[in-house]
């Protein structure tokens, strides 16, 4: 099977997860009724105001997210040249993290709305921070110092947070909510902004795929190539910011995606970053709607959150990545 076909195959089980999705939930509503509601807008009927304005919103910010993690995540490893880097080594999701703290407990800002720009901005810093440290000394972003810069901003970040919730304890159910990760309870319009910068990040990615087989060829052959490697790596780590900071923002913290999809494709699909960023995408979306959707139904009527279920199955998965590769040196 070539390459596009087990792509268009990913992308038929995306739309049926998809309409899992939407059909699932404390209440069945059948394809019928979805479809009635898709192409026949009634506004006194309660199951459209359940499917568009809850379900609608929840499927599109898991296919947004999950496939902003999985890009983030191969574009990060290919950054770094480490097969366990994912997006979280930018300090993204702790500099999100302590902004939405510092806006709930300095400013007493309480809506989603707010706390989502606020996160956006706090992870668009931190990923800043690290890549002009990662990028000092030798003219050239050093895939090395971009980690130890990353553990450096995440160990600051997390301390701020830790300090503002001593002296605020009134925010640490707001930081719990947001560390657990969740789609629910989002605005559409709200988020609306934020999609767009991650359906032209994706587009970007795609745009620099090709490059970013060159560079992988190791620095001396990109540069003999003509390639201007450091304009490159910084292209990437723009769209890595852009990616990782909305999925963030829009979502909170949710891990594994970015970490674990990458190599799932590798596997799959393709090493060519032609395939591996569209696949990526596809996976990524479709793994994180079935674990929204399995977070719904798990404990009825009540909700786990949807980074509890990624870690859920993520962890084993990352725990056999890590002992397949010591095993193999």
Known sequence: ?????????????????????????????????????????DV?????????????????????????????????????RNPLASPGLFGINAGATFAIIACSSLFALTSMSQWLWC????????GTIVWVIGNRGQGSLNPLRIVLAGAAITALFTAFSQALLVVNQDGLDTVLFWLAGSLSERDLLTAAPLLVCVVLALGGSLVLAGQVNVLNTGEAIATALGQRTGLIRLLMSLVIIVLAGSAVALAGSIGFIGLLVPHMVR???????????????????????????????????????VGVMTALFGAPFFIALVRRGARYG
């Open 267 to 305: 596997k799959t699909l393709s090493i060519d970053h032609r395939w591996l960023l569209p696949g990526c995408a596809v996976l990524g979306a479709t793994l994180l709607l079935l674990a929204d959707t399995l977070a719904r139904v798990v404990i009825l009527p009540q909700e786990v959150p």
């Open 44 to 80: 006194l009927n309660p199951v459209q105001h359940v499917l568009l304005d809850t379900r609608l919103t929840r499927t599109l910010m898991a296919v947004a997210v999950g496939s902003s993690l999985a890009v983030a995540g191969a574009l990060m490893q290919a950054l770094t």
């Open 119 to 126: 996160a956006f901005i706090g992870a668009a810093v931190a």
């Open 1 to 41: 099977m070539t390459a596009a076909m087990k792509l268009g195959l990913g992308l038929l089980m995306l739309v049926a997860c998809m309409g899992l999705s939407l059909a699932t939930g404390a209440s069945w509503i059948s394809p019928s009724a979805i479809v009635a509601s898709l192409w026949q807008p």
